[in-house]
């Protein structure tokens, strides 16, 4: 990989003073030797620059290097965020929820918003495992539930 120095003008990362630019960002997390990370903190302090950037600039040069070449086979296997697939029927386990009519409605009405929202339809069963998930893993939604349980909605 060609150092700092080395790259043209138009492809070194933006300095930790410029303009932010106005792009919809994502949130990666990972792990890197400790070694690495020390050598990362001191070359960023010289040539001050935030770590977003140097980062964001490798992976657009990686990304150039190795462009993403999607058959339908392998978009099939391509997980969507926040989507988890259903249980294989053979080791599935049958849940049954019992609602009212106005509440069947209802969760009718949220599956038809979450498409709008999501961009994708969400079967009931999706919808039930994955508020399952967020109240088992999301403290303030597992505090509100424990809330309702205990003192009924509102």
């Known amino acids: 990989m060609p150092r700092h120095k080395d790259l043209p003008g138009d492809r070194r990362p933006t300095p930790a003073n410029a303009a932010p630019a106005k792009t919809q960002e994502a949130a990666i997390t990972t792990t890197v030797p400790a070694a690495l990370r020390r050598q990362l903190t001191v070359a960023?302090?010289?040539?001050?620059?935030?770590?977003?950037?140097?980062?964001?600039?490798?992976?657009?040069?990686?990304?150039?290097?190795?462009?993403?070449?999607?058959?339908?086979?392998?978009?099939?296997?391509?997980?969507?965020?926040?989507?988890?697939?259903?249980?294989?029927?053979?080791?599935?386990?049958a849940l049954t929820v019992r609602v009212d009519p106005a509440e069947a409605t209802e969760v009718d009405l949220f599956q038809v918003v979450?498409?709008?929202?999501?961009?994708?339809?969400?079967?009931?069963?999706?919808?039930?495992?994955?508020?399952?998930?967020?109240?088992?893993?999301?403290?303030?939604?597992?505090?509100?539930?424990v809330r309702r349980l205990q003192h009924g909605p509102g």
């Open 44 to 93: 960023l302090a010289i040539h001050e620059v935030k770590l977003k950037d140097a980062v964001t600039q490798a992976l657009t040069d990686w990304l150039e290097e190795h462009p993403p070449e999607v058959d339908s086979e392998a978009a099939s296997r391509i997980p969507r965020p926040g989507r988890r697939p259903a249980p294989r029927a053979a080791g599935a386990v």
């Open 114 to 145: 979450l498409r709008e929202e999501t961009g994708h339809r969400v079967d009931k069963a999706e919808l039930v495992r994955e508020l399952l998930l967020l109240a088992r893993t999301h403290g303030p939604t597992r505090r509100a539930l």
